[in-house]
């Protein structure tokens, strides 16, 4: 308890330092060691290695992806079909050693789990900054929401086999927390797709960012582990904490773009 304290009074500032007042470059920065040990941390979970040279490509690549969006709007799809290319090679050159669930966790993390992260920078190319804080809020909240329903008034299972200890009392109370969430975000930056428009975008993020727990839940459960890492210490690593996040960041980028 005492370190998961410490994680959120250390945590919340820094997302909102970063996101708020530091440059567009820190920003950048943060978001590519972010995809880095997400990288990271799913090929360790996938090839079950702590270190190694697949290891290290799963964190190169993502940087990758989120830098390259620093300077251009359009997606890297030359640089992603090359990194497949090479990913290929590699496990060919190594005579079956590299398994494809190995591959896929590489390029999965460049592709997928860096776009998402990019999607700040993109939300961010001329928004208002306190919409960079929105993905933050409807995912963080939906969990809050989740974690007093579920803790409270859980009784009914929802995915047993994914996550034993999710109920779909929770999840309703995820939902109800996303939209005290996103309307009290409204209410305080002034910012947004409106009324309607911040109640149909929690709701429909309250979803995915479940969505985005248990997909992050079920990779866990395939290969035996109970976290992606320690890097937040009792929140576990970065696919712990912002598995959600990953799920919603774009969903909130295109809503912003459909509603603006």
Request: hydrophobic content about 55%; proline content about 3%; aromatic content about 10%.
């Amino acid at each position: 308890m005492v370190s998961r304290i410490l994680v959120a009074v250390v945590g919340i500032p820094a997302i909102i330092l970063i996101v708020l007042y530091c440059p567009r470059f820190v920003l950048c920065a943060a978001l590519a060691a972010l995809a880095a040990l997400a990288g990271m941390e799913l090929q360790q979970c996938v090839s079950q290695q702590r270190r190694g040279v697949m290891v290290a490509v799963s964190a190169v690549l993502p940087a990758l992806t989120v830098l390259w969006y620093y300077g251009n709007a359009d997606a890297p799809l030359g640089l992603w079909a090359l990194e497949l290319m090479a990913l290929s090679a590699y496990a060919v050159s190594q005579g079956g050693k590299v398994k494809f669930e190995e591959v896929s966790a590489a390029w999965l993390a460049a592709v997928a789990v860096a776009y998402s992260f990019a999607s700040f920078l993109r939300i961010g190319g001329g928004a208002h900054r306190a919409l960079l804080l929105l993905p933050f809020v409807l995912s963080f909240s939906c969990d809050s929401g989740a974690y007093l329903a579920g803790s409270s008034f859980g009784r009914h299972k929802l995915a047993p086999v994914v996550s034993p200890h999710k109920t779909v009392e929770g999840a309703v109370g995820g939902l109800a927390g996303n939209v005290v969430g996103g309307l009290v975000f409204l209410l305080l930056t002034r910012v947004g797709p409106g009324f309607f428009g911040t109640l149909a975008l929690s709701l429909l993020c309250g979803v995915v960012s479940q969505l985005g727990d248990l997909s992050f839940s079920l990779i866990k459960r395939q290969y035996g582990i109970k976290d992606y890492g320690r890097v937040f210490l009792a929140h576990g690593g970065v696919l712990d904490r912002f598995d959600s996040v990953l799920f919603v960041a774009p969903v909130v980028e295109y809503a912003l773009l459909w509603l603006s």
